[in-house]
């Protein structure tokens, strides 16, 4: 399996906001999303972070290196 790099920044964001998140596709490339807005499907890449995880879609995790804040949508800044 290939393995992805996670920035301390997303990381340290999920941290904080204290639940899952997942990496999707939307029509801009990769995204980060709560899994309460995208759910995770059983084939995706699962990584603990702290006390949640972080969904990485197969799709996704086949063209992606890094997990980093270039996939938060700018509305959480």
Same mark, same amino acid.
């Given at each position: 399996?290939?393995?992805?790099? *996670? ?6 964001? %999920? /941290?904080?906001?204290?639940? #899952?998140?997942?990496?999707?596709? @939307? ?9 309460? *807005? ?6 995706? %890449? /699962?990584?603990?972070?702290? #006390?949640?995880?972080?969904?990485? @879609? ?20």
């Amino acid at each position: 399996m290939k393995s992805l790099r *996670i920035s301390e920044k997303i990381i340290s964001f %999920i /941290k904080e906001q204290k639940r #899952d998140y997942r990496v999707c596709t @939307s029509c801009g490339g990769a995204i980060l999303l709560p899994t309460a *807005i995208k759910r995770p499907k059983p084939n995706d %890449i /699962k990584i603990p972070v702290g #006390d949640n995880f972080l969904y990485v @879609s197969a799709t996704q995790a086949r063209y992606i290196d890094e997990v980093d804040d270039s996939m938060l949508m700018t509305y959480m800044y």
